[in-house]
């Protein structure tokens, strides 16, 4: 599949600035969502966003996104487990 697209989310608990290094060339978007309640970076992503800062090849390819642990988002199939109201689209 030479025209495929690779994309990889992750909440960066785990992630590593060793596998980001090892993935770098075949992955075309990398997106960390990073959970603290300050919302500051956590360690992982603190040396990934190091890292992507002496290496601009990166700056297009990984984002860093700061959340907070309780916030509220939308799922698709309306199943995110701290979501007490379900949104209601309508039938059309």
Known sequence: ????VMHM????T???LEKLIALADVLDELIVNN??????????????QEYCKT????TKKVT???RKPKEILTSRGGTAPNR?????YGKN
């Open 1 to 4: 599949m030479p025209n495929a």
């Open 9 to 12: 989310f992750t909440n960066g």
């Open 14 to 16: 785990l992630f590593t």
């Open 35 to 48: 959970y603290h309640q300050e919302l500051k970076l956590i360690k992982p992503c603190l040396e990934i």
């Open 55 to 58: 290496h601009p090849e990166l």
């Open 64 to 66: 860093i996104v700061l």
């Open 84 to 88: 007490n109201e379900l949104i209601e």
